[in-house]
């Protein structure tokens, strides 16, 4: 069956990625990576973050897939040693630093989409220097997928949702010529995603640009064709999103869980796809495209508005104080917005993940029941253990321009 490839920001996300049913999941150590602005798993946490993936049958690959200059190769050295000796399964990356050094440490090696792999007289470049595995460029149709598959024995990972990139295989100066920001060392501020005015410089007027915000493509979403492209050979379905909020991953993997089961079992089909689609639209989202895959991308493939399409938003609440395991009772501060019984929350936490349930009845300190709460201590029942110090959020549906 195809790996569900799954991102992990922190220690929250991966506990969710993990329980939403990812096979394996990747993850940056905070420097040397495409996501140097997300938190990263801290390099002294990354053995711990194996073992517990490791005792639930779960890949972790490190992601070392941007551009390394010569003053960052011993870093490069001692980020490689520390996951040698942590055991994780692969290295992510593209750079032939990057390559030379994993390789001889043994470590298995990914090469990355920055490579823009898009034939197969490059894939069998990368068969020759000994590489396990190769993330396809963005730009490839289904067909192409397909011929390049039937023509390597090597494990073929492509993308299956989110962001996507205007520039090829995601190698865009925008941002470095803009504010000195490079998309290619994981740095980027994603100038693309604003609305541009052209101006005429003989006589000052402006043009907008219609409704299409024309530097921004929606999310990539294969929900719809999931079935075509696990048909087509791939190894690896991989989630975007290691900038993504934990609910995001959760959500997402869980759903690409369920489908590509779906394929598996003989039960996929539209109306699934649609109750699919439909749960994908709660977390971050704008819009969604089959990007190249069913052919070169048309009007409909661009933004015609700023910011996520999300249905649901997060609100935060407060944190756990305290958890009673005999009776399951939650013992809650609230913080900084009310609470009302039939709302329902999301608990984050390290350890716990992310629980979601709905608040059945409430108590106060003088354990009288009450319907709502503006601030204080609460108790409610939940099921599922929570931890003290969790975070608690309301979820409520999207405002209009949320």
Same mark, same amino acid.
């Given at each position: 069956?195809? /790996?569900?490839?799954? =991102?992990?920001?922190?220690?929250?996300?991966?506990?969710?990625?993990?329980?939403?049913?990812?096979?394996?999941?990747?993850?940056?150590?905070?420097?040397?990576?495409?996501?140097?602005?997300?938190?990263?798993?801290?390099?002294?946490?990354?053995?711990?973050?194996?073992?517990?993936?490791?005792?639930?049958?779960?890949?972790?690959?490190?992601?070392?897939?941007?551009?390394?200059?010569?003053? /960052?190769?011993?870093?490069?050295?001692?980020?490689?040693?520390?996951?040698?000796?942590?055991?994780?399964?692969?290295?992510?990356?593209?750079?032939?630093?990057?390559?030379?050094?994993?390789?001889?440490?043994?470590?298995?090696?990914?090469?990355?989409?920055?490579?823009?792999?898009?034939?197969?007289?490059?894939?069998?470049?990368?068969?020759?220097?000994?590489?396990?595995?190769?993330?396809?460029?963005?730009?490839?149709?289904?067909?192409?997928?397909?011929?390049?598959?039937?023509?390597?024995?090597?494990?073929?990972?492509?993308?299956?949702?989110?962001?996507?990139?205007?520039?090829?295989?995601?190698?865009?100066?925008?941002?470095?010529?803009?504010?000195?920001?490079?998309?290619?060392?994981?740095?980027?501020?994603?100038?693309?995603?604003?609305?541009?005015?052209?101006?005429?410089?003989?006589?000052?007027?402006?043009?907008?640009?219609?409704?299409?915000?024309?530097?921004?493509?929606?999310?990539?979403?294969?929900?719809?064709?999931?079935? &075509?492209?696990?048909?087509?050979?791939?190894?690896?379905?991989?989630?975007?999103?290691?900038?993504?909020?934990?609910?995001?991953?959760?959500?997402?993997?869980?759903?690409?869980?369920?489908?590509?089961?779906?394929?598996?079992?003989?039960?996929?089909?539209?109306?699934?796809?649609?109750?699919?689609?439909?749960?994908?639209?709660?977390?971050?989202?704008?819009?969604?495209?089959?990007?190249?895959?069913?052919?070169?991308?048309? =009007?409909?493939?661009?933004?015609?508005?700023?910011?996520?399409?999300?249905?649901?938003?997060?609100?935060?609440?407060?944190?756990?104080?305290?958890?009673?395991?005999?009776?399951?009772?939650?013992?809650?501060?609230?913080?900084?917005?009310?609470?009302?019984?039939?709302?329902?929350?999301?608990?984050?936490? =390290?350890?716990?993940?992310?629980?979601?349930?709905?608040? =059945?009845?409430?108590?106060?300190?003088? &354990?009288?029941?009450?319907?709502?709460? /503006?601030?204080?201590?609460?108790?409610?029942?939940?099921?599922?253990?929570?931890?003290?110090?969790?975070?608690?959020?309301?979820?409520?549906?999207?405002?209009?321009?949320?």
């Amino acid at each position: 069956m195809v /790996e569900l490839l799954a =991102p992990v920001r922190d220690e929250v996300s991966f506990v969710a990625a993990v329980e939403a049913g990812a096979d394996a999941v990747y993850l940056g150590l905070g420097e040397l990576n495409m996501r140097v602005r997300s938190r990263g798993i801290e390099p002294e946490k990354l053995g711990k973050i194996v073992q517990k993936a490791h005792r639930r049958k779960v890949k972790v690959y490190v992601t070392l897939n941007t551009i390394v200059y010569d003053e /960052e190769l011993e870093r490069l050295d001692q980020l490689l040693a520390v996951v040698k000796e942590a055991k994780a399964d692969a290295v992510i990356g593209w750079d032939l630093a990057v390559v030379q050094k994993a390789k001889s440490l043994g470590i298995p090696i990914h090469i990355s989409t920055l490579a823009n792999i898009s034939n197969s007289q490059a894939v069998r470049f990368y068969e020759n220097l000994g590489i396990k595995r190769l993330v396809l460029a963005r730009e490839l149709s289904l067909e192409q997928i397909r011929q390049i598959k039937k023509n390597t024995p090597l494990e073929i990972e492509v993308f299956g949702h989110g962001a996507l990139c205007v520039s090829i295989s995601g190698r865009c100066f925008l941002s470095e010529h803009l504010f000195g920001r490079s998309a290619n060392r994981g740095d980027c501020l994603q100038p693309c995603r604003r609305e541009y005015i052209i101006l005429d410089k003989e006589t000052g007027d402006e043009l907008s640009l219609g409704n299409h915000y024309i530097l921004s493509p929606k999310d990539l979403c294969t929900l719809p064709i999931l079935d &075509q492209l696990i048909e087509a050979g791939i190894d690896s379905l991989k989630i975007e999103g290691r900038s993504r909020a934990p609910e995001y991953i959760q959500t997402v993997v869980r759903v690409y869980r369920q489908a590509i089961d779906a394929v598996a079992d003989g039960s996929f089909n539209r109306e699934r796809v649609a109750g699919w689609v439909a749960e994908v639209s709660k977390v971050y989202n704008r819009g969604f495209s089959t990007g190249f895959l069913m052919g070169r991308p048309g =009007p409909q493939d661009w933004n015609d508005r700023y910011g996520s399409r999300a249905t649901r938003r997060k609100i935060h609440i407060g944190k756990i104080l305290n958890y009673y395991k005999k009776t399951h009772i939650a013992y809650l501060q609230v913080e900084s917005n009310p609470l009302k019984v039939g709302d329902v929350i999301q608990i984050h936490g =390290p350890t716990t993940g992310i629980v979601e349930c709905t608040i =059945p009845q409430m108590r106060n300190e003088g &354990q009288h029941p009450i319907s709502a709460v /503006e601030k204080g201590l609460v108790t409610f029942p939940c099921q599922r253990q929570v931890r003290k110090n969790d975070l608690v959020y309301k979820v409520a549906a999207a405002e209009k321009g949320d």
